[in-house]
């Protein structure tokens, strides 16, 4: 069943402060489906007013753009040394904080950072204690797209931060590929998913398109893949506490599935979800095989669930129009798409927000290309992305955002919710020109459905200044750095610092300052 609803003015979120309340007006009130397109095409302006260049309390750097009265902090670039003696991998992705505790009277906030690597010969594998693949001819590309083989680079760190300072990454988890996003379990550990489906099994590896669980604890990740979560595309996965299953995206455009997978362990806690569980894949009521590759402001789709008989299927033949060239998708879609589970473009970011008991959820290539000079002009699932809710109490789909200009959301990626119950957005899109100049933007998300900028890629960096950073000349290489994809963002319990990586050349940054000025 799929009907058009007005969005709601506070969908539970309630707002404080006049900036913030003044930023509550319900797209419902406006003339309708018109004014709602008009409200995507330009941000409207942020609570936390102009942003600007911002010194780097670190390097002395300005790689950020931030609004007046924040301040931040830079730690574990690509090639900076661990604690293990070994450099900090690159491509840094997807993260969350595990853990938040005192620690003989300091704060002690842990981090695992994901690295969407595949090979790397600058560091071969990250040598964690928890290890997937140890095959030796895992083949990959360099940044110049040059063919390499070697062993498998992706994997997980730890970051601890101390009482307001970073103070050590080293390695969690190590042989796996391509890890892009992940998710939070109640019990206090990271799952982490390959965005990649390659079988290396006959050069001496492993199949890859698994979900890991990683804990903050030195020895305690297994490396043993979660099987019956889905061999797929994993993006991101998300744990409704109430409903007691994992909701997890898809990443693989025009052939992307909603997932829910429900332990037959349920007693949270590490390890349980290595005793497997059953996978769903979501389908809309009354419609077979649904679209929603270009969806509108509104939209709401009640969801039914199809279950997936085997989570570990290889990749299948899929035509199904629009598609890309490769002409297979993973084997849980293919065979959720046969029970007449729906489509997305290509799902990313997903966070449960427990103020509102919604799940918030990407899809970042939503709606058309609308370039005429491109070649895909025109072709459903290369637009600039949507934002969903989602509520496992109704099993119901609603889309609160579609950008209908990169101005106003130029391809949403990793999603977070604050404590305070705001919405965060990275984008990566390849880059904005906005007013205040070129880059890829931090972006929040009003109860209304309209953007607002919070913070700009900032880094160009010089071979001198890289050189005076005391950062790796062979990790790190001199450019511009402005249309490089934001990823990771999280929030530590208290909000008061955020936490987020920039994907090249492969930084993390804590970032505080006046949260209670806007919605964050």
Known sequence: MSVKFPIAPSRRLFLQGSAAAALAVPLAGLSGRRA???????????????????????TGLPLLQLPEGFTYQSFGWSGDTMADGRPNPTNHDGMAVVRSRLVGGREEITLIRNHEATVNPLYGTIDAPGFYDRGTALIGEDDDD????????????????VDGKFTEAAPALGGTWNNCA????????????EEDKSDFTEVGGQPHGYMFEVSPETGETSGVPIKSMGRFDHEATAF????????????????????????????????ALEQGGTLYMAKVVGTEKADLLTPSMGDQHRLEWVEVEDPDLAPQPFTEAPFDAENTASGPFVQGRDLGALRMSRLEGIWYSPRERLMYIVDTSSGTDTDPASEDFGVAGRGDGSVWTFDPASD?????????????????DNITVSPRGGVLLCEDGGGVEDAFGMGER?????????????????????????RQAGKSAEFVREGDYRDTEWAGATFDPSGKWLFVNLQSPGVTFAITGPWERGLL
């Open 36 to 58: 709602q397109a008009v409200a995507r095409l330009d941000p409207i302006v942020s609570p936390y007013g102009r942003i600007a260049p911002v010194l780097d309390q670190t």
């Open 396 to 412: 119901t789909l609603t889309c609160v955002f579609q950008s209908e200009n990169p101005v106003a959301g130029n391809n949403f």
């Open 240 to 271: 409704d506490p109430i409903g007691g299953a994992f909701y997890l995206t898809e990443d693989d455009r025009n052939q992307s599935g909603l997932y829910k997978f429900v332990p037959n362990d349920q007693s949270q806690r590490l390890g």
């Open 182 to 193: 992940g998710g939070l379990t109640p019990w206090g550990t990271w799952l982490t998913g």
């Open 146 to 161: 040059n063919e390499i083989t070697g062993p498998a680079a992706g994997g997980t760190t730890r970051l601890l931060f």
């Open 442 to 466: 931090l972006m929040g998300l009003t109860p209304a459905g309209e953007t607002y900028i919070f913070a700009k890629n900032n880094v160009q960096i010089t071979a001198t200044e890289i």
